[in-house]
């Protein structure tokens, strides 16, 4: 039988259900390829077949992604990843994305994006880790927040939060480089306002966050389990999520979070690697980063789309030369950036400096430093100064954060 890699068709979907559920090692409930038919873009689900079987399944959507300005860029999410175990090391893996980022730069999206579950997979094809998330443990026994908080915290039920927090989230993420744009089918789904098949009923709770003057600045998701057996109680809180617009929200919501009764541990996942509250609260020992990892990977597609669309540090001209294997990328661009506008072109002038495709999707929200890369010997510099002057254009206040998972 011959083997090889295509668009899949209606009639292959439950198919190509079935290989997903096998490489996430899950099964996919009754009804589940109607409903995600009704939410994806069919075009862009991708299959490698032996044959008639399923044995590999890829596919991308597009989104919104806030980028240093703040300003937005269009970007081909990738994701659903896998190859049977039947069938590794034939190239299929490639051959999809391979075929997924030819389609995407035909589409005019300049970069690229995922969540890699296996580190070392895709540096290979041009990925470079752009943001990462932290992990914190707060020990919330006696802890104390430095100054009073203004605004109160309401709960509120999953229709309700579904109303609120969309506006909440699109204010936050046109602000912070890294985050991702969320549809409704996202919400719907992830707070289930819609029949997801298989999904189970949401366990945990929610709160919003009202200014003085009553806006919503900010909302919780969490959850928590108490400890068997134990008395008194020292249970275990979960931010699920928790977003703020202000520094006020940011503060009610995680003291919150941390004085909830019968619970001694609040547990923080997919945080900020910069996180304000050790700053907030009177012992920031009881504040632990207990885990850190990569989190979004950006691949340039467009080099001048993509550096054209972000804001800079502080005014200057770089002349930047791509390596770039799959030749999306590749070629020498100067680059005129500011504070209020960029341009970029491709050009003949000497390059100040040299990057390979990964290395500058790093570079590329302001998460990693141009001279850290060459230290790694990423970048390469041809001109005095110019390592400098790009560490001071890409900079970023804070550093860039995505927290959807996709």
């Keep these: 039988m011959s083997v090889g890699v295509r668009i899949i068709s209606a009639s292959e979907h439950e198919a190509w259900l079935d290989q997903l559920g096998r490489g996430f090692f899950t099964h996919h409930a009754a009804g589940s390829s109607d409903y995600y038919l009704s939410t994806y873009e069919p075009s862009r689900s991708r299959g490698a077949f032996d044959g008639d079987a399923v044995v590999g399944t890829l596919r991308s959507f597009e989104t919104e992604l806030t980028v240093p300005g703040p300003s937005t860029v269009s970007a081909s999410a990738l994701t659903a ?5 039947t069938h590794r090391r034939r190239g299929l893996l490639t051959e999809m994305i391979k075929g997924d980022l030819k389609d995407s730069a035909e589409r005019g999206e300049p970069v690229s994006i995922l969540l890699a579950s296996e580190y070392p997979i895709y540096g290979r094809f041009g ?19 430095l100054s009073p908080c203004e605004g109160t915290v309401e709960l509120i039920d999953l229709p309700g939060v579904r109303k609120l ?18 549809g409704n089918e996202w919400w719907d789904r992830v707070l289930r306002q819609v029949e997801v098949p298989g999904a189970e009923p949401r366990k945990g709770f929610q709160a919003v966050y009202r200014s003085q003057s009553g806006d919503v600045d900010g909302y919780v998701l969490y959850a928590g389990m108490l400890s068997a057996g134990e008395f008194p109680p020292s249970g275990t809180l979960t931010i699920e999520e928790l977003v703020a617009i202000t520094p006020a929200a940011y503060q009610a919501l995680w003291e919150f979070c941390t004085s909830i009764d019968l619970t001694t541990k609040t547990i923080a996942p997919d945080r900020s690697t ?13 504040v632990r980063r207990v885990a850190q990892n990569d989190f979004l990977w950006v691949r340039i597609l467009d080099t001048c789309a993509a ?19 799959l030749a999306h990328a590749a070629g020498t661009f100067a680059l005129e950036g500011s504070a209020t506008g960029a341009q970029c072109a491709a050009t003949t002038d000497s390059p100040d400096l040299t ?3 990964g290395a ?29 002057l790009a560490d001071l254009m890409f900079m970023t206040p804070r550093v860039p954060l995505c927290t959807t998972y996709f």
């Design 127 to 145: 990925y470079g880790v752009a943001t990462e998330h932290a992990k914190y443990e707060v020990s919330t026994t006696g802890l104390r927040f």
């Design 274 to 286: 910069d996180e304000v509250l050790p700053l907030l609260v009177d012992d920031a020992r009881k």
């Design 165 to 182: 927090a969309p506006p909440v989230y699109e204010q936050f993420r046109a602000a912070q480089p890294g985050s991702i744009g969320r």
């Design 307 to 325: 550096l054209a669309a972000r804001r800079y540090a502080c005014d200057g001209r770089i002349v930047i030369q791509v390596r770039d294997e």
């Design 81 to 85: 990843v896998t190859v049977a175990p």
């Design 355 to 357: 990057v390979s495709v």
């Design 360 to 388: 500058l999707g790093s570079a590329y929200l302001g998460g990693e430093a141009w001279t850290r890369l060459a230290a790694a010997g990423l970048v390469g510099e041809h001109k005095r100064g110019a390592l400098a």
